[in-house]
């Protein structure tokens, strides 16, 4: 059986640009960000399904938290969410700005940031990190 990436991802065993931890939970930065700062939230716990996890509230709470850093680090009010979970079997809650369905900054936000910013990953990190 193939190791679960995600897994691997909260034991380390695997790198990336993490934004958020605790007991429970894990958000770090998505390795084929849609947008700058595209940030996945997942239980630490193994769970196929996000309807699987237990403590939802908890999980929910802490999505908004980054999206609310989001906004402040890209400064865009349009943060989506987006919950599928098709390609990686371990729940996961994409957060990401946005702004194109605004129709907000989309020159000086959108095109700047997809061409320059979006495969910076630390720097996107930290602007998240420092706006928690
Ligand atoms: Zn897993």
Known sequence: MTPCIFCQIVSKEIFSHIIYEDNDFLAFIDI??????????IPKRHYRWVWDVPNTNEYFEITKKIALAQRR???????????????????????????DILQQKKEDVIKRSFKEEINDFEGNKKKIIDNL
């Open 73 to 99: 680090a890209f400064e865009t009010d349009a943060i989506s969410i987006k919950i599928v979970g098709e390609e990686i079997p371990h729940a996961h809650i994409w957060v990401f700005p946005n702004p």
């Open 32 to 41: 084929h960000p849609i947008s700058p700062g595209h940030t996945l939230v």
